[in-house]
């Protein structure tokens, strides 16, 4: 029921509720995103651009960025390898967007190298691409690698850096944001919409996460933006099945200097990318974990490690090809904990599933990211905003843009 709440002007900032002290009188929104992710976020600064006139709330259960979720985590590799050709449109103008549009989230143009065993088309020596990146070069046995393929429009940048600018911009254009907020979906009664259930959490003097109070609201456009939750939240709040499923993945640290020019680099399914003077690692994805399963740590020479056995397995069989991994540089932990990792959506139940918005019913969208949300998330979420703000045209295909 477009209009049916009068949104703050984009010259008037929207609420922020960041704690419980801070008193919330519940009342009905036009459009309810679950989740600030670096997806919800920029759904919601695209919305408020394309449609001020809709009042709008964005809810997240951490605070900005949460450190609990897949944007802090997310790579933050922007290349179009592996991106099908009908999408890379998508995927340049996401990176204007990331240049320009978006500030202080550390953009930097870093080309990537991807390192192969056997030659192919656009191949070149792996000694030669590595020659100017000593840092680099000192990672790879080129013997067992010995050709590479440079992708020099290649950049990174900081997705939680990205969750957080685009939800200060879109309450700097009108959006309410709650943080501290667990929120519980439901379809609405006549099939348009949902209602939502908030849960305000507060901390006890033991640490101790607990509801301080619960609202209930109706939205007329309710959009799950839940990353891996997604689909768990459809199912089990809804009664929607869907096709997409969920994996836990955790980025290790490889204690080996890197620079501010020294390339991204990939092999065997593993990217490496230099970060903070260092490595940070983030492994292939082999397949779906289960809801229920608790990903459990591996052993090395019989000590336990912190690393899932799944990852660590993949690290032990790339030790020949990439030195490094095998010596005490990698960062190992002695407990899951030690090590950072987060459920990670695969839209389509696959790993390598492309970003996508779902109408799971009328007035209710899913908003998936995914391993390839670096590149694609960002024209996804505004495809997803102009679908709700009834705007024709995309931006990448020379149509509406903001």
Not at 89 to 112: C, D, Y
Not at 366 to 374: E, F, Q, T, V, Y
């Amino acid at each position: 029921m477009a209009g049916m709440n009068t949104a703050a002007s984009p010259s008037n900032p929207g609420q922020v509720w960041a704690h419980v002290g801070q008193p919330f009188q519940p009342r009905d929104y036009d459009v309810v995103v679950l989740g600030a992710g670096r997806m919800g976020s920029a759904l919601a600064s695209y919305l408020r651009q394309l449609a001020p006139h809709l009042s709008l709330l964005l809810l997240e259960e951490g605070g900005l960025p949460n450190e609990d979720g897949a944007t802090l985590l997310a790579p933050g590799v922007w290349t179009t390898r592996g991106v099908p050709e009908e999408r890379v449109a998508q995927a340049h103008w996401t990176r204007e967007q990331l240049k320009s549009v978006f500030g202080n989230i550390s953009f930097q143009p870093r080309p990537l190298t991807e390192l192969f065993a056997e030659d192919g088309p656009g191949r070149t020596p792996a000694a030669e691409a590595l020659a100017p990146h000593p840092d680099a070069r000192a990672m790879v046995d080129v013997s067992a690698l010995p050709f590479a393929r440079v992708d020099p429009e290649a950049a990174t940048y900081r997705p939680g850096a990205l969750a957080l600018a685009a939800a200060q911009t879109a309450v700097r254009a009108g959006a309410d944001l709650m943080l501290n907020a667990r929120a519980h979906a439901a379809l609405s009664p006549d099939g348009t919409g949902g209602q939502v259930v908030i849960e305000r959490l507060s901390v006890t003097n033991t640490h101790q996460i607990v509801v301080h109070e619960t609202h209930r609201l109706w939205a007329g456009t309710l959009v799950l933006a839940l990353g891996a939750g997604g689909p768990h939240a459809a199912e089990h709040d809804l009664g929607i099945h869907t096709t997409h499923a969920r994996a836990y993945r955790q980025t290790p640290r490889l204690n080996v200097p890197s620079g501010d020019d020294t390339p991204t680099l990939r092999a065997c399914g593993l990217t490496l990318r230099p970060q903070n003077g260092g490595w940070t690692l983030i492994p292939a994805i082999h397949h779906r974990d289960p809801h229920g399963y608790a990903p459990t740590g591996g052993h090395l020479t019989g000590v336990p490690t912190g690393l899932r056995r799944e990852t660590l397995e993949d690290l032990v069989a790339l030790m020949d090809v990439l030195p490094p991994l095998g010596t005490e540089a990698l960062g190992l932990g002695r407990s899951i904990s030690d090590i950072p990792g987060a459920w990670l959506a695969l839209p389509g139940g696959r790993a390598d599933g492309l970003p996508l918005h779902q109408t799971l019913a009328n007035g209710v969208h899913l908003l998936l990211g995914g391993p390839h949300a670096d590149t694609l998330g960002l024209a996804v979420a505004h495809d997803l905003a102009a679908a709700v703000a009834g705007v024709e045209g995309r931006p990448w295909e020379g149509g509406t843009s903001v």
